[in-house]
T-cell receptor
Framework: AQTVTQSQPEMSVQEAETVTLSCTYD???????LFWYKQPPSRQMILVIR??????QNATENRFSVNFQKAAKSFSLKISDSQLGDAAMYFC???????????FGKGTRLSVIA | GAVVSQHPSWVICKSGTSVKIECRSL??????MFWYRQFPKQSLMLMAT?????????EQGVEKDKFLINHASLTLSTLTVTSAHPEDSSFYIC??????????????FGPGTRLLVL
Protein backbone atom coordinates (compact mmCIF):
# COMPACT_ATOMS: atom_id res chain seq x y z
CA ALA A 1 0.00 0.00 0.00
CA GLN A 2 1.08 3.53 -0.67
CA THR A 3 2.08 5.73 2.24
CA VAL A 4 2.74 9.43 2.59
CA THR A 5 4.93 10.85 5.34
CA GLN A 6 5.08 14.44 6.49
CA SER A 7 7.75 14.63 9.16
CA GLN A 8 7.08 18.20 10.28
CA PRO A 9 3.94 18.48 12.43
CA GLU A 10 4.41 22.23 12.76
CA MET A 11 6.37 24.91 10.95
CA SER A 12 6.56 28.66 11.25
CA VAL A 13 7.79 31.37 8.93
CA GLN A 14 8.18 35.11 9.05
CA GLU A 15 5.97 37.09 6.74
CA ALA A 16 7.65 37.63 3.35
CA GLU A 17 10.14 34.85 3.98
CA THR A 18 10.39 31.43 2.34
CA VAL A 19 9.47 28.09 3.91
CA THR A 20 9.75 24.51 2.69
CA LEU A 21 7.41 21.74 3.79
CA SER A 22 8.67 18.17 3.44
CA CYS A 23 6.87 15.13 2.11
CA THR A 24 8.05 11.64 1.23
CA TYR A 25 6.01 8.79 -0.16
CA ASP A 26 6.31 5.13 -0.85
CA UNK A 27 4.93 3.39 -3.92
CA UNK A 28 5.76 0.67 -6.40
CA UNK A 29 3.70 2.30 -9.15
CA UNK A 30 5.28 4.20 -12.00
CA UNK A 31 2.24 6.29 -12.93
CA UNK A 32 0.91 8.51 -10.18
CA UNK A 33 0.13 12.05 -9.11
CA LEU A 34 1.18 14.11 -6.13
CA PHE A 35 -0.68 17.01 -4.60
CA TRP A 36 -0.41 19.61 -1.90
CA TYR A 37 -3.68 20.72 -0.34
CA LYS A 38 -4.21 23.60 2.05
CA GLN A 39 -6.82 23.38 4.81
CA PRO A 40 -7.52 26.72 6.51
CA PRO A 41 -9.61 27.01 9.69
CA SER A 42 -12.78 26.76 7.56
CA ARG A 43 -11.61 23.19 6.84
CA GLN A 44 -12.29 23.53 3.12
CA MET A 45 -9.62 21.57 1.25
CA ILE A 46 -7.96 23.80 -1.33
CA LEU A 47 -5.69 22.47 -4.06
CA VAL A 48 -2.36 24.28 -3.96
CA ILE A 49 -0.31 22.46 -6.55
CA ARG A 50 -0.21 19.20 -8.50
CA UNK A 51 2.63 17.16 -10.04
CA UNK A 52 2.40 14.31 -12.50
CA UNK A 53 5.07 11.71 -11.84
CA UNK A 54 5.99 11.39 -15.51
CA UNK A 55 6.90 15.07 -15.70
CA UNK A 56 10.47 15.89 -14.81
CA GLN A 57 9.86 19.60 -14.56
CA ASN A 58 8.84 20.81 -11.12
CA ALA A 59 5.38 22.34 -10.93
CA THR A 60 4.98 25.99 -9.97
CA GLU A 61 1.91 28.06 -9.15
CA ASN A 62 2.75 31.68 -8.43
CA ARG A 63 4.46 31.71 -5.00
CA PHE A 64 4.19 27.95 -4.63
CA SER A 65 6.62 25.49 -6.15
CA VAL A 66 7.63 21.92 -5.57
CA ASN A 67 10.88 20.02 -5.55
CA PHE A 68 9.97 16.63 -6.97
CA GLN A 69 12.69 14.03 -6.59
CA LYS A 70 11.22 10.87 -8.09
CA ALA A 71 14.11 8.54 -7.31
CA ALA A 72 14.14 9.68 -3.70
CA LYS A 73 10.32 9.69 -3.58
CA SER A 74 10.36 13.18 -2.19
CA PHE A 75 7.88 15.97 -2.91
CA SER A 76 8.52 19.15 -0.94
CA LEU A 77 6.53 22.38 -1.16
CA LYS A 78 8.23 25.76 -1.18
CA ILE A 79 6.22 28.84 -0.32
CA SER A 80 7.92 32.09 -1.27
CA ASP A 81 7.07 35.56 0.05
CA SER A 82 4.89 34.03 2.75
CA GLN A 83 1.68 35.85 3.56
CA LEU A 84 -0.54 35.80 6.63
CA GLY A 85 -3.20 34.06 4.58
CA ASP A 86 -0.87 31.13 4.00
CA ALA A 87 -1.31 30.03 7.61
CA ALA A 88 -3.12 26.69 7.50
CA MET A 89 -2.71 22.94 7.61
CA TYR A 90 -0.94 21.60 4.55
CA PHE A 91 -1.48 18.04 3.42
CA CYS A 92 0.67 16.16 0.96
CA UNK A 93 -1.31 13.57 -0.99
CA UNK A 94 -0.62 10.71 -3.38
CA UNK A 95 -2.91 9.36 -6.05
CA UNK A 96 -2.33 6.31 -8.18
CA UNK A 97 -3.58 5.80 -11.70
CA UNK A 98 -7.25 5.30 -12.46
CA UNK A 99 -10.21 6.29 -10.31
CA UNK A 100 -8.38 5.92 -7.03
CA UNK A 101 -8.64 7.99 -3.86
CA UNK A 102 -6.02 10.25 -2.38
CA UNK A 103 -3.70 8.99 0.31
CA PHE A 104 -2.84 11.78 2.71
CA GLY A 105 0.05 12.52 4.98
CA LYS A 106 -0.62 13.60 8.55
CA GLY A 107 -0.25 17.24 7.69
CA THR A 108 1.95 20.17 8.64
CA ARG A 109 0.53 23.15 10.48
CA LEU A 110 2.08 26.32 9.11
CA SER A 111 2.08 29.52 11.14
CA VAL A 112 3.01 32.85 9.58
CA ILE A 113 4.47 35.43 11.92
CA ALA A 114 3.83 39.08 11.17
CA GLY B 1 -12.21 25.32 -10.96
CA ALA B 2 -14.72 22.54 -10.48
CA VAL B 3 -17.18 22.86 -7.62
CA VAL B 4 -18.38 20.23 -5.19
CA SER B 5 -21.07 21.06 -2.67
CA GLN B 6 -22.11 19.33 0.53
CA HIS B 7 -25.28 19.63 2.55
CA PRO B 8 -25.75 20.17 5.39
CA SER B 9 -22.63 21.97 6.58
CA TRP B 10 -23.53 21.47 10.23
CA VAL B 11 -25.77 18.91 11.90
CA ILE B 12 -26.47 18.18 15.54
CA CYS B 13 -28.55 15.13 16.30
CA LYS B 14 -29.55 12.90 19.17
CA SER B 15 -27.95 9.53 19.67
CA GLY B 16 -29.82 6.82 17.79
CA THR B 17 -31.04 9.00 14.93
CA SER B 18 -29.93 8.82 11.31
CA VAL B 19 -28.29 11.63 9.40
CA LYS B 20 -28.02 12.01 5.63
CA ILE B 21 -25.23 14.01 4.02
CA GLU B 22 -25.38 14.97 0.35
CA CYS B 23 -22.42 15.52 -1.95
CA ARG B 24 -22.98 17.10 -5.36
CA SER B 25 -20.68 17.84 -8.24
CA LEU B 26 -22.10 21.08 -9.60
CA UNK B 27 -20.42 21.51 -12.96
CA UNK B 28 -19.11 18.09 -13.90
CA UNK B 29 -20.17 14.47 -13.80
CA UNK B 30 -18.58 12.12 -11.33
CA UNK B 31 -18.99 8.38 -11.70
CA UNK B 32 -16.89 8.04 -8.59
CA MET B 33 -16.88 10.03 -5.38
CA PHE B 34 -14.94 9.47 -2.23
CA TRP B 35 -16.00 9.92 1.39
CA TYR B 36 -13.45 10.84 4.02
CA ARG B 37 -13.67 11.39 7.75
CA GLN B 38 -11.46 13.77 9.68
CA PHE B 39 -11.17 13.83 13.45
CA PRO B 40 -9.83 16.96 15.18
CA LYS B 41 -6.18 17.65 14.49
CA GLN B 42 -5.89 14.57 12.32
CA SER B 43 -5.61 13.87 8.64
CA LEU B 44 -8.32 12.74 6.27
CA MET B 45 -9.08 9.04 6.34
CA LEU B 46 -10.84 7.37 3.45
CA MET B 47 -14.09 5.72 4.46
CA ALA B 48 -15.49 4.50 1.18
CA THR B 49 -15.59 4.85 -2.57
CA UNK B 50 -18.98 5.68 -4.01
CA UNK B 51 -19.67 4.32 -7.50
CA UNK B 52 -22.56 5.51 -9.63
CA UNK B 53 -24.94 2.66 -10.38
CA UNK B 54 -23.17 0.10 -8.23
CA UNK B 55 -22.35 -0.70 -4.64
CA UNK B 56 -19.89 1.36 -2.70
CA UNK B 57 -16.60 -0.14 -1.60
CA UNK B 58 -15.67 0.37 2.03
CA GLU B 59 -12.30 0.62 3.68
CA GLN B 60 -11.33 -1.93 6.28
CA GLY B 61 -12.91 -1.15 9.62
CA VAL B 62 -15.76 0.95 8.21
CA GLU B 63 -19.16 -0.61 8.85
CA LYS B 64 -21.13 -0.65 5.61
CA ASP B 65 -24.43 -1.12 7.47
CA LYS B 66 -23.77 1.94 9.57
CA PHE B 67 -22.50 4.22 6.83
CA LEU B 68 -24.88 3.75 3.92
CA ILE B 69 -23.73 5.20 0.63
CA ASN B 70 -25.93 5.74 -2.40
CA HIS B 71 -24.67 7.15 -5.69
CA ALA B 72 -27.97 7.69 -7.46
CA SER B 73 -26.79 9.90 -10.31
CA LEU B 74 -23.64 11.21 -11.95
CA THR B 75 -23.74 14.31 -9.78
CA LEU B 76 -25.00 13.09 -6.40
CA SER B 77 -23.71 10.77 -3.71
CA THR B 78 -25.25 10.49 -0.25
CA LEU B 79 -23.81 9.21 3.00
CA THR B 80 -26.28 8.18 5.69
CA VAL B 81 -25.01 7.65 9.19
CA THR B 82 -27.52 5.25 10.68
CA SER B 83 -28.22 5.09 14.41
CA ALA B 84 -25.58 7.68 15.07
CA HIS B 85 -23.66 7.62 18.34
CA PRO B 86 -21.36 10.20 19.94
CA GLU B 87 -18.28 8.41 18.60
CA ASP B 88 -19.54 9.13 15.08
CA SER B 89 -19.12 12.84 15.73
CA SER B 90 -16.60 14.01 13.18
CA PHE B 91 -16.01 16.08 10.06
CA TYR B 92 -17.14 14.29 6.90
CA ILE B 93 -15.76 15.38 3.53
CA CYS B 94 -16.53 14.17 0.05
CA UNK B 95 -14.41 14.53 -3.04
CA UNK B 96 -14.86 13.92 -6.73
CA UNK B 97 -12.15 13.33 -9.33
CA UNK B 98 -12.17 15.09 -12.65
CA UNK B 99 -9.89 16.25 -15.40
CA UNK B 100 -9.31 19.85 -16.28
CA UNK B 101 -9.31 21.32 -19.76
CA UNK B 102 -5.67 20.36 -20.21
CA UNK B 103 -6.36 16.81 -19.11
CA UNK B 104 -4.80 17.24 -15.71
CA UNK B 105 -6.29 14.91 -13.17
CA UNK B 106 -7.29 16.28 -9.81
CA UNK B 107 -9.83 15.89 -7.06
CA UNK B 108 -12.12 18.59 -5.76
CA PHE B 109 -13.47 18.56 -2.25
CA GLY B 110 -16.78 19.58 -0.80
CA PRO B 111 -16.74 22.06 2.11
CA GLY B 112 -17.40 19.27 4.60
CA THR B 113 -20.12 18.44 7.11
CA ARG B 114 -19.62 18.77 10.85
CA LEU B 115 -21.62 16.10 12.67
CA LEU B 116 -22.18 16.29 16.40
CA VAL B 117 -24.08 13.46 18.03
CA LEU B 118 -25.36 14.16 21.52
Amino acid sequence: AQTVTQSQPEMSVQEAETVTLSCTYDTSESDYYLFWYKQPPSRQMILVIRQEAYKQQNATENRFSVNFQKAAKSFSLKISDSQLGDAAMYFCAYKGSGNTPLVFGKGTRLSVIA
Amino acid sequence: GAVVSQHPSWVICKSGTSVKIECRSLDFQATTMFWYRQFPKQSLMLMATSNEGSKATYEQGVEKDKFLINHASLTLSTLTVTSAHPEDSSFYICSAPTRGASGQETQYFGPGTRLLVL
